[in-house]
């Protein structure tokens, strides 16, 4: 099984941006499509994006498409999720998490995914 670190977590001031970084060992990275979910507490871990073996392919919920943008870099078995426009609801653990599967009906049912990291704190606040 594929293991998965976040990193890049912290606080940034609402409109700001930052980068978080998730890399994997164990496994062939490029094995795997992978994606980035968020919790807050009391809430259900929401799906935030996914992107497929090769980075050729993505998809966003609509809460955060056209501020975020993920991407992997296969060379380095790590994938990215570039936030900006940062708004205090943004707030979150942001969790990595890998499948060998891409499609919506995978990434939308997160408890079935093969792979998760421990997360990493984003906070939006000034």
């Known amino acids: 099984q594929v293991q998965l670190v976040e990193s890049g977590g912290g606080l940034v001031q609402p409109g700001g941006s930052l980068r978080l970084s998730c890399a994997a060992s164990g496994r062939t990275f490029s094995n795997y499509a992978m994606g980035w979910f968020r919790q807050v507490p009391g809430k259900v871990r929401a799906f935030v994006a996914a992107?497929?073996?090769?980075?050729?392919?993505?998809y966003y919920s609509d809460s955060v498409k056209g501020r975020f943008t993920i991407s992997r870099d296969n060379a380095k078995n790590t994938v990215y999720l570039q936030m900006h426009s940062l708004k205090p609801e943004d707030t979150a653990v942001y969790y990595c998490?890998?499948?060998?599967?891409?499609?919506?009906?995978?990434?939308?049912?997160?408890?079935?995914?093969?792979?998760w990291g421990q997360g990493t704190l984003v906070t939006v606040s000034s």
């Open positions: 992107i497929n073996w090769n980075g050729d392919s993505s």
């Open positions: 998490a890998a499948d060998q599967l891409y499609g919506p009906s995978t990434w939308l049912s997160p408890s079935t995914l093969d792979a």
